[in-house]
């Protein structure tokens, strides 16, 4: 799952970096509302945490013309500024949900995994698909009730594969998600974690469609 927190304090942006990282996502971090303008509108994003008082832009001015231009990732908005006024006008705006600073990492986290399940069409954070189980808030997997130990970016790509159910995923969208700009983004690192999660989960879970993609069996 991709993240892109915009956050002009340091260390609010770190801490939401290692809080979210912690629970299976990829971070991406811009501090200023023009940067963020152009990263929300050129690349996708599972979850946007969105601060409204940001230099440059500000984050309403930028919600506004993300939807204007039809970006449709999920936004989270996070500011100091408490007035019902603001948070009607956010949400007006487009924003999906709305947290008041100062506020508890916990409940950003629970927040932020539900607005990603919502976007998936998934209400609960357990999900079930054929022989395999999949927990989002304690990131484990099972296989038939059988517990299988995976790594952050094997669960990563296996809990977007859920989330993603309906549909066949390209490589080049799970290597967005999956993988930093600064990382291998090329096809033969994305083969090299289907071989392991495959060898991990077992045969039929992880499905090809050549040329078109990855999926996971069972899904409904």
């Keep these: 799952m991709r ?22 996502f990829r971070v991406e971090h811009v501090a200023d509302g023009e940067a963020a303008w152009f990263q929300g509108g050129t690349q996708a994003y599972d979850l946007i945490v969105l601060d409204l008082g940001l230099p440059k832009l500000d984050g309403l001015s930028v919600l506004k013309r993300w939807r204007a231009e039809g970006v449709t990732s999920p936004v989270l908005i996070l500011t100091a500024r408490g007035a019902w006024t603001e948070r009607v006008e956010g949400i007006d705006a487009g924003a999906d949900d709305y947290l008041p600073k100062p506020f508890r990492m916990e409940e950003l986290l629970a927040r932020a995994r539900a607005l990603v399940r919502r976007t998936g069409g998934q209400a609960s954070s357990q999900q079930a698909i054929g022989k395999l189980s999949i927990d989002l808030n304690r990131m484990t997997i099972a296989v038939e009730g059988v517990p299988v130990s995976v790594t952050p970016l094997e669960f990563r790509l296996i809990a977007y594969l859920a989330l993603h159910r309906d549909r066949v995923l390209p490589p080049t969208e ?8 600064e990382d291998s983004r090329d096809t033969n690192a994305l083969e090299a974690i289907i071989v392991r999660v495959r060898r991990k989960l077992g045969p039929g879970i992880v499905g090809t469609r050549r040329g078109f993609g990855y999926f996971l069996e069972g899904a409904a």
């Design 174 to 181: 799970l290597l967005d998600h999956l993988y930093g700009d």
């Design 3 to 24: 993240a892109l927190i915009v956050e002009d304090d340091a260390r609010i942006a770190e801490d939401l970096t290692r809080a979210l990282s912690s629970s299976g």
